[in-house]
């Protein structure tokens, strides 16, 4: 079997890395890939959003499944173009991927499907944004509707954070398009889960839950990122939540997709925040999520690669197995530049340290110098992944892993995952 994975960053390291595992015969290309993935998968030097070029790349080496990591390909069409060419890719059309890509279509479709999340507006014009932000009072929370790379979100503690805000997306621009248009959003508490299924449209094979992190700052300070790390299991996601998720969410969710014509098939992912009054849903991806895949797939001990395969077929995943996980916590660690999430500097040179039991490294933003050195390549560069029997355990082994890491102006944080070991401690003090 031959899967081509269109992508280059920890998250297709992490998809290449478990789908080698499935199947060690395995033929594995990857566009464009990155120095991790090359040590799985050959690697071609095509740009993710080069539509033209992968379907001429799946034709000519007979690919039998093509896996689209990020969410840009899928927003430009990429599912929609092979499939016109019959060629077999695992992943929503353009038009299914709204759910992610544009976050005023994805709130209506959750009204119709009486899905539960924060009330929103939209607004393109500065002053009745600002209005409806008083409407609503402080906290509350400004979103650029179209992509910003998981930063176009501001959560305003106060009423003038919140104008400026509103000012730098309208006014100023600072999303580009992506912030032409903005949601102004009720502000919800709670802890967040990052639950991923993989479905054919209509049934689904749920993934066990994963917590991100998304502030730059241990501790959770400072501004949002696309994520420092990620850990699983997650312990307040019981038996019960998932069974939330599933019936409240995703089924809901996708009947509704399918009733507009648009069916979402391949790997849908629901931000959750557990409100007081429930789990209530904060964004939706068509695609998994970065970094919580590279936690969770080390995780899982049955096959992705046959769900993948028959989603990707459009065969039906109606009696479809239950993933096996294993007993275990994984914590992935993000290595990330100096600077990030603001600008950095790349083509700082890399070093690594050996190979150590239970601790995988991924591959996010690096690449290699005219000489063949490893070097960084923009702000997150590494995700280290650590599967130990305990979440503490996990922690250390990932989090010292990063911390011998080596490379001009590097940052990580060493909590990833303290949530579930502070309530383990207030549990053990009880
Ligand atoms: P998003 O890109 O929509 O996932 O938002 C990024 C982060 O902002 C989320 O992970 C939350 O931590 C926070 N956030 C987004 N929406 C809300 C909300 N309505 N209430 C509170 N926090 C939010
Ligand atoms: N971890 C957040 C995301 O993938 O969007």
Same mark, same amino acid.
């Given at each position: 079997m031959k899967v081509l994975i269109v992508g280059g960053g920890a998250r297709e390291h992490a998809l290449a890395w478990k789908l080698r595992r499935d199947d060690p015969s395995l033929e594995l290309i990857a566009a464009p890939g990155n120095p991790g993935i090359a040590e799985l998968a050959r690697c071609e030097p095509i740009a993710a959003t080069d539509i033209a070029a992968l379907a001429r790349l799946a034709h000519q080496e007979r690919v039998? @499944?093509? @896996?689209?990591?990020p969410e840009g390909p899928l927003d430009a069409g990429l599912v929609d173009h092979f499939r016109a060419q019959a060629l077999p890719v695992f992943g929503p059309t353009r038009s299914a991927a709204r759910i992610e890509t544009s976050k005023s279509w994805a709130k209506s479709l959750m009204a119709r499907a009486g899905v539960p999340t924060?009330?929103?507006?939209? &607004?393109?014009?500065? !002053?009745?944004?600002?209005?409806?932000?008083?409407?609503?009072?402080?906290? @509350?929370?400004?979103?650029?509707?179209?992509?910003?790379?998981g930063k176009g979100v501001v959560v305003a503690l106060t009423l003038a954070e919140a104008d400026d805000a509103i000012e730098m997306m309208l006014d100023r621009r600072a999303f580009g398009d992506a912030g032409a248009e903005l949601l102004v959003e009720e502000f919800m508490t709670g802890e967040e889960l990052s639950i991923f299924a993989l479905t054919d449209g209509t049934h689904v094979v749920p993934m066990i839950a994963a917590q991100d992190h998304k502030r730059v700052g241990e501790g959770e300070t400072g501004p949002n990122t696309g994520g420092m790390g990620a850990y699983a299991p997650v312990s307040v996601a019981t038996q019960a939540t998932a069974d939330l998720a599933l019936?409240?969410? &995703?089924? +809901?969710?996708?009947?509704?997709?399918?009733?507009?014509?648009?069916? &979402?098939?391949? =790997? =849908?992912?629901?931000?959750? *925040? *557990?409100? +007081?009054?429930?789990?209530?849903?904060v964004e939706f991806n068509c695609r998994f999520g970065d970094p919580e895949t590279e936690a969770i797939l080390p995780l899982l001990d049955s096959s992705l690669l046959e769900p993948m395969r028959a989603i990707a077929a459009?065969?039906? =995943?109606?009696? !479809? +197995?239950?993933?096996?996980?294993?007993n275990a916590a994984a914590v992935t660690t993000v290595v990330a530049a100096g600077g990030y999430p603001g600008t950095v500097k790349s083509g700082d040179a890399i070093t690594l340290p050996a190979p150590r039991d239970g601790v995988t490294v991924f591959h996010a933003g690096t690449t290699r110098d005219a000489s063949g050195a490893l070097v960084t390549l923009g702000g997150r560069v590494l995700a280290v992944t650590a599967v130990a029997e305990t979440l503490a355990d996990a922690q250390r082994a990932s989090a010292g892993y990063a911390a011998d890491v080596q490379f001009a102006g590097r940052q990580f944080r060493r909590d990833i995952g303290w949530r579930d070991l502070q309530r383990a401690s207030s549990a053990s003090r009880a």
């Open positions: 039998d @499944v093509t @896996v689209v990591g924060a009330t929103a507006r939209f &607004f393109s014009d500065t !002053a009745a944004a600002k209005a409806a932000a008083r409407q609503l009072g402080a906290p @509350v929370v400004i979103k650029a509707t179209g992509l910003a790379a019936d409240r969410v &995703f089924l +809901p969710t996708l009947a509704a997709m399918r009733a507009d014509g648009c069916p &979402f098939t391949g =790997l =849908l992912y629901a931000g959750l *925040m *557990m409100t +007081p009054t429930g789990p209530k849903v459009g065969d039906s =995943l109606a009696g !479809a +197995p239950a993933l096996a996980w294993k």
